[in-house]
């Protein structure tokens, strides 16, 4: 919060971005990581940033990265925003071969108006669904109708903060095939992850 009110979260995405750029041409080396595609996380202000799209067409040119090798993580709060000139910064990097998931879905701002306009390839459903999921019908319900939409709107579905083997359990059994949680780990630095991933 407290770069996002100062102005630094625009040039802490920024080198966000490049550094992801570098990490994903570094990963494209290598056939046990060639594979993997990195998500970051991008804020409202550093995406309505005048520069913001040309940035990442840039740095993803400069890198040589594969189609798709990048995912720009977006919150439903970008929707109270201009969405005629979201879906345009969208679409140009979209072409560029940036895809686009939209984090914590489901936890407030979502319109299905919007979402059939956005070129999201992704939803994330948020973690307060998948917490109690086990044990509230109503929390399993939505997640099984948003993993329906989701299907019928030709997006991946991933769900956030699976911790339990009984929540994979169900999740697959709903049709979710993509997961982040710590039932699989918790945050880990890059060389680690590398050696995991390798």
């Excluded at 966000?16 to 990581?33: G, H, P, Y």
């Excluded at 005048?50 to 067409?57: M, S």
Aim: contains cysteine.
């Amino acid at each position: 919060p407290l770069a996002e009110e100062t102005g630094d979260i625009v040039e802490i995405g920024n080198w966000l971005v490049r550094m992801a750029c570098s990490k994903l041409q570094e990963w494209q080396a290598s056939d046990k990581t060639r594979h993997l595609t990195l998500a970051i996380n991008v804020s409202s202000r550093q995406f309505r940033e005048e520069g913001f799209p040309e940035l990442v067409t840039q740095a993803v040119r400069n890198a040589g990265l594969r189609t798709a090798s990048l995912k720009l993580e977006l919150t439903e709060s970008l929707m109270l925003q201009n969405i005629d000139d979201m879906v345009a910064r969208m679409e140009n990097l979209k072409a560029a071969g940036v895809t686009f998931s939209l984090d914590d879905f489901g936890t407030g701002y979502s319109s299905l108006a919007y979402l059939k306009r956005l070129p999201l390839s992704q939803l994330k459903i948020d973690r307060s669904f998948v917490r109690d999921m086990a044990r509230d019908r109503n929390d399993a319900a939505l997640i099984k109708t948003i993993i329906g939409m989701a299907e019928n709107l030709n997006l991946e579905v991933l769900a956030e903060g699976v911790e339990e083997a009984e929540q994979l359990t169900l999740l697959k059994d709903m049709g979710c095939h993509a997961y982040q949680g710590y039932y699989f780990s918790k945050p880990v630095r890059l060389e680690e992850f590398e050696k995991l991933a390798g």
